[in-house]
């Protein structure tokens, strides 16, 4: 939780959990090393691949989904995706599913809600006809947050 002048800001970050940081990361070592060693005799190309390979399963491992709870806004972040949704907008908040691999991961079109995903519970945030479900470590937290700034939660 950080300060800026008046208003108090705070920030949520919210990572892979264990399990699928785990799974994941042993199929992409299990890809990176089979691509090099099935293709050996072929030069340095497979190499590269191996490499590109591994490169995309660190930055899948590494994903955060980033909420910060500001004086005038929720900013949601997922790699590259981002929203801002102003409290006004909102109609209601509240305790979401637990996401997992199913449902995937980044930024998701779910039945009903855009997703903003790394696994793990969740926080439903409904705008009116729209709604964000975003992953969140501490949902109960997220949400005593948002009652401070007047968003109905249940």
Do not use: N
Not at 16 to 21: E, V
Not at 139 to 147: D, M, Q
Request: net charge neutral; glycine share 12%; with cysteine.
């Amino acid at each position: 939780m950080s300060s800026g002048g008046e208003a108090e800001t705070t920030t949520f970050r919210t990572g892979l959990p264990a399990r699928y940081r785990l799974t994941l990361g042993l199929l992409g070592l299990v890809a990176a090393g089979g691509t090099v060693i099935a293709t050996l005799e072929a030069g340095p190309m497979p190499l590269v691949l191996g490499l590109l390979i591994a490169v995309v399963f660190v930055a899948v491992l590494m994903m955060t989904a980033r909420i910060r709870v500001g004086p005038e806004s929720v900013q949601i972040r997922v790699v590259v995706f981002a929203t801002e949704i102003p409290y006004p907008d909102i109609t209601r908040a509240t305790a979401g599913p637990v996401t997992g691999l199913a449902e995937g991961m980044g930024l998701r079109i779910l039945p009903g809600a855009t997703g903003y995903l790394v696994g793990g519970p969740s926080v439903r945030i409904e705008c009116g006809q729209s709604a964000v479900l975003v992953s969140c470590r501490e949902p109960e937290r997220l949400l005593s947050c948002l009652a401070r700034q007047d968003v109905p939660t249940a």
